[in-house]
């Protein structure tokens, strides 16, 4: 950090000050998104994030980084955002088969894809040595899914514990708690996430052949909606999910009653454009209007791969395809 450029921000240079947390802005909204699972909230946080250290850069002392500092700032935004909100319940229209009990996986009904093109070229430090997650794992929607769980000061703790490597004691001193309530924090939150996570064999590596074949049978199989070929690519505990609805469906053996049922309700689907979210592969869906010919995206599909099979089949609504550079209509 440069003290030049510190003094010329406290003096009210804006570009000075952009100069000092530009570096950190992209790395600061992935933290807020797994904080919130929402990437319209996360970009809300990261506004007030920014916002609250402009106007609290005079009382920055520099006794830790200006990354460190604006971490504390962003979990701070997040943490109220969380303990003030209360997320509105969804009324969800009837679906052809009706879905098993929710999970709390499925009670999850705010989470939002993360585009990747976000994820590129960001400045992201390499994690501390406390770290446990790799950053693919931790940007993933099964672990986003799976911190929504946690209460706010686990989800905290957890996040800067074992994904940015933060130690206990730096840890208490960005939340503001003693090392010993850390410390229990995030055994309550570990638990937690372990109990929520289901080891499978790793995914193959983006791009790969055996990526590319197994993702070109999918979007065949999911286009003609070839049940029986679209449950033959899946493991016997996938899941399909469709926030904000509360319907989640797990297994071969549900998933293939609910795409059976599905066959006869839906409209053909005239086109997958390829795109990838948290990591994964997705696609921008689109359907053709009988009336006029148009293609109108109508979805976000996006999937989570383990070994040469698909384990995760999650539909998101069509308000986040401006995000991915996804028009909304095609010729």
Do not use: K
Not at 279 to 302: F, N
């Amino acid at each position: 950090m440069s003290a030049e450029l510190l003094q010329r921000a406290r003096a009210g240079d804006r570009d000075a000050f952009s100069a000092l947390v530009e570096p950190h802005r992209g790395e600061l909204q992935v933290h807020c998104y797994r904080m919130l699972g929402s990437l319209q909230d996360a970009e809300d946080a990261l506004q007030e994030t920014l916002l609250a250290a402009w106007l609290g850069l005079p009382g920055f002392e520099g006794r830790s980084s200006v990354r460190t500092w604006l971490y504390r700032i962003a979990t701070s935004r997040c943490l109220n955002q969380l303990r003030s909100s209360h997320r509105r319940p969804v009324t969800a229209a009837p679906l052809p088969v009706p879905p098993p009990a929710p999970t709390r996986l499925g009670e999850v009904l705010w989470l939002q894809p993360y585009p990747d093109v976000l994820l590129e070229g960001l400045s992201d430090q390499a994690p501390g040595p406390e770290a446990r997650y790799e950053s693919r794992e931790a940007i993933s929607l099964a672990f986003v899914t799976a911190v929504q769980l946690l209460p706010p000061n686990q989800r905290a703790v957890l996040l800067l514990r074992d994904v940015l490597g933060y130690r206990a004691r730096e840890t208490a001193e960005l939340l503001g708690l003693t090392e010993d309530a850390v410390t229990s924090a995030l055994r309550r939150a570990r638990a937690t996430m372990d109990a929520n996570h289901s080891p499978g064999l790793p995914p193959p590596p983006p791009d790969s052949p055996e990526e590319r074949a197994l993702l070109e049978r999918f979007v065949a199989a999911f286009t003609d909606l070839d049940v029986d070929a679209l449950i033959a690519l899946m493991t016997d505990d996938a899941w399909v999910r469709m926030p904000p609805l509360p319907f989640e469906y797990r297994g071969t053996q549900a998933a293939h009653r609910f795409f059976t049922a599905l066959s006869a309700h839906r409209r053909e689907i005239g086109r997958m454009v390829p795109i990838r979210a948290n990591g994964q592969p997705a696609w921008g869906e689109y359907r053709r209007d009988p009336t006029t010919g148009v293609l109108h995206v109508t979805g976000i599909e996006v999937v989570g791969l383990a070994g040469d099979r698909i384990s995760e089949i999650t539909r998101f609504e069509v308000v986040l395809a401006p995000y991915f550079g996804l028009p909304r209509t095609l010729g």
